[in-house]
């Protein structure tokens, strides 16, 4: 069963209701969204989404979850990640932080201690990640954790519009060598 992943900063944990107001608030953000598969974010998309995630056990292959990335002396929301249990040893990973947070190192703080759940608590073998090309933050945050392009970018329709986006990827073979070890 999933127990809160804790950082230095972060807790990682379920969703709370009390947590969908901040949660819609950020996520309505334009620049917030720019990046992401949805265009506005209401509060009723919230509700349906935590009510999603209460109705169906966690980790479940093929399903997609979301988890709350909260202050760890506070416990108030500041972003979320995104789980996807694709198949036995492959799980995609996506986050997001709120404005008021970002260019913190919250995001890759958040990542490694999911990456050290996903490898070692969970024992899985590869995680994914996919982000458009012009999302330097993003990208900066893969790579510093150690994930490695895979490919040419892939051209996509996203919102209506071209858009390309990298595939990047990261073993637990990888995860585990020390930094510079090639």
């Known amino acids: 069963m999933f127990k809160a992943i804790e950082t230095p900063r972060c807790r990682i ?9 901040r949660f819609t608030a950020y996520r309505a953000d334009p620049e917030v969204a720019r990046y992401q598969g949805w265009s506005a974010y209401t509060y009723d998309d919230a509700l349906a989404l935590y009510a999603d995630l209460q109705a169906k056990p966690f980790a479940q292959q093929g ?27 492959l799980a995609e990973i996506g986050f997001t932080v709120s404005p008021a947070c970002q260019g913190r190192g919250i995001a890759s703080e958040a990542l490694a201690g999911l990456l050290r759940y996903l490898f070692e608590g969970l024992e899985y073998t590869r995680v994914i990640a996919i982000t ?8 900066g945050v893969l790579e510093s954790a150690g994930f490695q392009r895979e490919g040419a970018p892939r051209r996509v ?5 071209a858009g390309e986006e990298y595939d990047y990827a990261l073993s637990r073979a990888q995860w585990r060598l020390p930094p510079n070890a090639d």
């Open 63 to 89: 399903q997609w979850y979301q988890l709350a990335l909260a202050d760890s002396a506070t416990d108030e929301l500041v972003g979320d990640l995104a789980l996807h249990f694709i198949e036995p040893g």
């Open 13 to 21: 944990r379920f969703f709370r209701e009390a947590d969908l107001s």
């Open 132 to 139: 458009d090309v012009q999302n330097l933050p993003s990208i």
């Open 157 to 161: 329709i996203f919102k209506g519009g």
